[in-house]
Each structure stands twice: as structure tokens, then as C-alpha cells.
T-cell receptor, first 114, second 111 residues
Framework: DAGVTQSPTHLIKTRGQQVTLRCSPK?????VSWYQQALGQGPQFIFQ???????QRGNFPDRFSGHQFPNYSSELNVNALLLGDSALYLC?????????????FGEGSRLTVL | GENVEQHPSTLSVQEGDSAVIKCTYS??????FPWYKQELGKGPQLIID?????GEKKDQRIAVTLNKTAKHFSLHITETQPEDSAVYFC??????????FGKGTMLLVSP
């Protein structure tokens, strides 16, 4: 049973560029959440996708956008990259309708913005 | 929104000792409190969780306690081992909302 998979694992971009990160949820899960984890900090919620729609959003600017596909996989897009966007981006999957359902995290995509 | 405070930020213990990490939350409506362990270069992994209708839960060497009145919950690790060394995060959630995480505790267990 494959867990949550993310790609790429590491990438380096320069300020102003755009980046796309990808996530495949754990088998059987239909909800994908994205988190940003800055060095030495806890994960911060970006947004959550269910049924191909953004259902909840954290306090992140519109430069952060996402998409969910019919197979439940998801993408996170960040435009006009800033130095402060450097972080580990975590994808987590869960099953909708379970208010205490466990979040399964991937290994993350580490983004460095120069 | 919910705010989760976690202490201490770092914790060093000798192998075999106990370790305790404490968290407080602000939203009295929160009803789910998981703890995650994050090893270097990996994503967070759930180690134990507790719901608001339970005061304590144990799983082998790990236990979590919840005090709803005081709005705080704690992780207890007994007989610590070097492989317990990692960053531990507490989190809180209300209903179907998202998890709010603490800032983490780096636990170092020395042989």
C-alpha cells in the first residue's frame, strides 16, 4: 500500500520564478492538504482540496494556488517566488467525513529560493 | 483561529529516562489532539492521538493526557531510547477543520 508520494524531493528556484509541486495521496484517501514548514517551525496550513475544489484555505496569499485531479492527486503552484517561500512543502492525505481522521504526510518537497 | 503553544523547544534526556512535552490550545471547541514525530529529512508521522471525550491514552511507552478545563495536553515517553530522538509536534483540530500545529520540540536521547 503506497503512502503519500511527493515530487520533486528537492528543487532550487530564483526569485520571481514559478514552481509546481505534486502529490499522490495514500490509496483510498480523497482529500489532500498542503502545508508549508519553515526551518525550525511547525507545519502551517496552506489549503485543502476535496472533490477537485479548494475547501479550506489558510493565511497564504493568492500566489499560492492548487489543483486536484479526478484521481485525487494534487498540485501546489507558487508564482512570483520570494526568498521567504523557501521551506519544506508537505502534502497530507485523509478520508473525508472523518473529523478525527488521521493525516498521512508525505516526505515533502524542499524548495530553496535564491 | 486556534493557537497551539508547545514547550519545551528542546529536551535532552539520558537513555531510560522519561520525557514530557506539553501543549496548550486556545479554542475550547477543539476535539482532536494528535502528536507527530518527524525524523530528519522525513515527513511527520502520527504516533498517538486523543479525542476530547478521553482523558488519557497509552500505547506501549507512549501516553498522552488531556485536560480540557485547562486546555492543555501532554505527551509522555517512558524508557526513552536513542531512536526516540526526533522533533515532536502537537496539534489541535475542531470538527472538520484543519490541524493547527505547535512549533515542535527537539528531543535528544543520549546513550
Amino acid at each position: 500500500d503506497a503512502g503519500v508520494t511527493q515530487s520533486p524531493t528537492h528543487l532550487i528556484k530564483t526569485r520571481g520564478q514559478q514552481v509546481t509541486l505534486r502529490c499522490s495521496p495514500k490509496s483510498g484517501h480523497d482529500t489532500v492538504s498542503w502545508y508549508q514548514q519553515a526551518l525550525g517551525q511547525g507545519p502551517q496550513f496552506i489549503f485543502q482540496y476535496y472533490e477537485e475544489e479548494e475547501r479550506q484555505r489558510g493565511n497564504f496569499p493568492d500566489r499560492f494556488s492548487g489543483h486536484q485531479f479526478p484521481n485525487y492527486s494534487s498540485e501546489l503552484n507558487v508564482n512570483a517566488l520570494l526568498l521567504g517561500d523557501s521551506a519544506l512543502y508537505l502534502c497530507a492525505s485523509s478520508l473525508a467525513g472523518t473529523n478525527t481522521g488521521e493525516l498521512f504526510f508525505g516526505e515533502g518537497s524542499r524548495l530553496t529560493v535564491l | 483561529g486556534e493557537n497551539v503553544e508547545q514547550h519545551p523547544s528542546t529536551l535532552s534526556v539520558q537513555e531510560g529516562d522519561s520525557a514530557v512535552i506539553k501543549c496548550t490550545y486556545s479554542d475550547s471547541a477543539s476535539n482532536y489532539f494528535p502528536w507527530y514525530k518527524q525524523e530528519l529529512g522525513k515527513g511527520p508521522q502520527l504516533i498517538i492521538d486523543i479525542r476530547s471525550n478521553v482523558g488519557e491514552k497509552k500505547d506501549q511507552r507512549i501516553a498522552v493526557t488531556l485536560n480540557k478545563t485547562a486546555k492543555h495536553f501532554s505527551l509522555h515517553i517512558t524508557e526513552t531510547q536513542p531512536e526516540d530522538s526526533a522533533v515532536y509536534f502537537c496539534a489541535a483540530r475542531k470538527g472538520y477543520s484543519t490541524l493547527t500545529f505547535g512549533k515542535g520540540t527537539m528531543l535528544l536521547v543520549s546513550p
